[in-house]
């Protein structure tokens, strides 16, 4: 069974950094990976993800550059990079699991039945 645990949120200035992590009970291999953020009243965002092969990675247009996705097979964990943290990123970070999911889809929620409870990032000015 897939079970996935976020960490690594909390409190930063604008213009600080954070790195969220995502933990697999079984394994990254074979799964995409994807981090998804939501707001309070709005609707779930995709953020960045990377490939079951871990071959290619996307982005969401607001965080290409700032945020960067990767994983370490070896233990367990999915990262997100977080930089140039704007007020805009304040939100309660998913990370989720796929197995069977194109490369055009990586950022499609609900190709993702795998979902993690989510860490909150706020990033005060």
Request: charged letters at 15%.
């Amino acid at each position: 069974q897939v079970e996935l645990v976020e960490s690594g949120g909390g409190s930063v200035q604008a213009g600080g950094s954070l790195r969220l992590s995502c933990t697999i009970s079984t394994t990254w291999a074979g799964y995409a990976g994807a981090w998804f953020r939501q707001v309070p009243g709005k609707a779930r965002e995709a953020v960045a993800a990377v490939s079951p092969g871990g071959g290619t990675t996307d982005y969401a247009d607001s965080v290409k550059g700032r945020f960067t996705v990767s994983r370490d097979i070896a233990k367990n964990t999915l990262y997100l990079d977080m930089n140039s943290l704007k007020t805009q990123d304040t939100a309660t970070y998913f990370c989720a699991a796929a197995r069977l999911i194109l490369d055009t889809n990586l950022l499609d929620d609900p190709w993702y039945p795998y979902w993690g409870q989510g860490t909150q990032v706020i990033v005060s000015s």
